[in-house]
């Protein structure tokens, strides 16, 4: 039998690794797509949007179904997220003692303010939602897990940044982008500065319309031990139900809530 030359090996397990490390790649790729999608998505639909070969997308979505992973309605040919996938990300939830902790306080927010409350916390330069109690009411906000917003005319989003260094959050405002999603946006640079100094000050924040036309939100921090912000709690509703002059009552609520929940993961708010 020939043996391949030392080279030939080295050759061989590189090319095996690097096609090892693109499925990979490709497989999270998929799993995005398909949790970004409410009612499923077919296999072109899919392969389309990553740009790959229908066989190479069904190899894919078949080697993540043999594990739970993705399901796939054969009725309707539409594939959707897994069970197995749900308890991998339930996981994170399971580490993050605080979003278990909050969720009480949320229950209790909905039932005070008729409002539904989030739970949010700053990932890569954007708010990502990882606790949602919603509103009884038939007009409400709904956010689906792990969605992301942006954190310039977000109420969670304000919040946290308020508890960085200004440097820190003006950088980072800068490099995402001070897009304009309402004529209520802020995109001053010094405008906002001021917002945030403000809401440091007062404890809470408010997105009035910024991201979406109609829209208020009221936020606040929960700190760790350190009297770091690691995540924000909110109540977002409708103009018409979040008026201006419910705002004292409202926010002060949500700061309670807020406290509360510091107070039940050991932590502290910082110094003012």
Not at 139 to 168: E, I, T, Y
Not at 172 to 186: A, P, Q
Request: hydrophobic residues 40%; proline residues 4%.
């Amino acid at each position: 039998m020939i043996e391949p030359s030392t080279n030939q090996k080295t050759k061989t397990g590189k090319s095996a690794g690097a096609t090892q490390v693109q499925s990979l790649s490709r497989a999270l790729l998929l799993l995005e797509r398909l949790a970004a999608s409410d009612m499923g998505m077919s296999l072109t639909d899919v392969a389309g949007s990553l740009g790959l070969a229908p066989s190479t997308t069904h190899r894919l979505l078949n080697s993540l179904r043999s594990h739970d992973f993705v399901d796939l309605d054969e009725t309707q040919g539409l594939w959707s997220i897994g069970v197995n996938a749900f308890s991998i990300g339930n996981a994170y939830l399971k580490k993050r003692d605080f979003i278990a902790q909050a969720r009480p306080h949320m229950k209790r927010l909905v039932a005070e303010t008729g409002e539904t409350s989030n739970l949010a916390i700053l990932e890569q330069g954007s708010v990502v939602y990882v606790g949602q109690v919603e509103s009884p009411q038939t007009m409400r906000m709904v956010v689906s897990l792990g969605s992301r917003s942006p954190v310039h005319a977000s109420g969670v989003g304000k919040a946290l940044l308020s508890a960085m260094p200004m440097k820190d959050t003006l950088e980072l405002v800068r490099k995402g982008g001070m897009k304009s999603y309402t004529e209520h946006t802020i995109i001053n640079p010094s405008q906002f500065e001021q917002e945030l100094v403000k809401i440091a000050r007062q404890g809470y924040s408010l997105d009035d319309e910024e991201q979406f036309e109609g829209l208020r939100c009221i936020a606040a921090n929960i700190y760790n031990e350190y009297g770091e912000a690691v995540a924000a709690i909110s109540i977002s509703g409708p103009a018409v139900r979040v008026k201006w002059e419910r705002i004292p009552q409202l926010s002060a609520l949500v700061m309670d809530a807020a406290k509360e929940v510091t107070q039940a993961i050991g932590g502290k708010a910082p110094r003012a």
